[in-house]
């Protein structure tokens, strides 16, 4: 991939700078029944952060993006996204606050073509649905849809059905469905999973790439690729946070050592 496919993809919310964190969450706690998915967790990640959160099988991975993204809401705790409390809000919006998410298991319509894809979720974050006008009146989310398949590597295949497209690209396709609703925080599910050495390599410089107008939260197993990526490491194990620190922190510590990375 090469670095011009960002061009024309201008970040239209770009993170805030300032030195505040972008997202913070505090003492954020799930209960299912007697069960308890996560406990206390608090982080604070700042803007323009590619931070990842590892941990084993049943670590509170997926529930914890699940609160952030409005899934689930927690018995306890707050999540609070450039200063406002969102903790709570029904998953529309939260994608109306900026916050977009890829999910683990490939989401996409595989009947569309995959402008079609991209420009649905474009149109969401800034049009009504209307049956007196057509989708192609909105020049506007058009552009936008255009330059998120370039900034993915898909501008060739538009108007492909997204059936047709490799795992690989169906996975990357998902990344610009999340990007064409503007987010300011990405968080990105297990996004080379499934993947070949080739397209792992390839997704990794994408998130790069739009790594330079975003905040990232990356859950992820290929630890290659969370060392490669991420400047800052949670490490969450039976809902609690274990550990936090850079790369080389994390893989010198003891205890994850022995519950995670078995080294």
């Known amino acids: 991939m090469t670095a011009d496919r960002s061009r024309g993809l201008a970040a239209p919310a770009p993170a805030d700078r300032s030195g505040a964190p972008l ?20 982080i604070a ?73 991209v420009r649905i979720a474009a149109q969401s ?19 936008r849809a255009g330059a998120v398949l370039a900034a993915v590597g ?9 059936a047709n497209l490799s795992h690989g690209e169906q996975r990357n396709l998902e990344i610009g ?16 999973a499934g993947m070949s050495v080739a397209e792992t390599h390839a997704t990794v410089e994408l998130i790069r790439q739009i790594a330079a107008d975003l905040t990232i939260l990356i859950v992820e197993h290929d630890m290659e690729v969370v060392m490669g990526l991420a400047r800052t490491l949670t490490v969450l194990h039976y809902g609690e946070v274990l550990a936090e620190g850079a790369p080389a922190e994390i893989q010198a510590n003891p205890r994850v050592q022995e519950v995670y990375l078995k080294t």
């Open 125 to 143: 974050r800034h049009h009504g649905w209307s049956l007196l006008r057509h989708h192609r009146a909105y020049t506007d989310v058009l552009a």
């Open 177 to 192: 469905i999340a990007l064409a609703t503007e987010p300011k925080l990405l968080c990105l599910d297990e996004p080379t």
């Open 23 to 42: 997202l913070e969450t505090h003492g954020l706690t799930v209960r299912f029944g007697g069960l308890t998915a996560l406990n206390n967790v608090s």
């Open 154 to 162: 898909l501008g060739d295949k538009a108007e492909e059905p997204a």
């Open 45 to 117: 990640v700042q803007p323009g952060e590619i931070r990842a959160i590892i941990g084993p099988n049943g670590a509170g991975k997926s529930t914890f993006f699940n609160c952030l993204t409005g899934v689930l809401r927690p018995s306890r705790g707050r999540i609070l996204f450039n200063g406002e409390d969102i903790t709570g809000l029904p998953p529309h919006q939260i994608s109306r606050k900026a916050i977009a998410r890829s999910y683990q298991i490939t989401n996409i319509l595989p009947g569309a073509t995959v402008l079609e894809n």
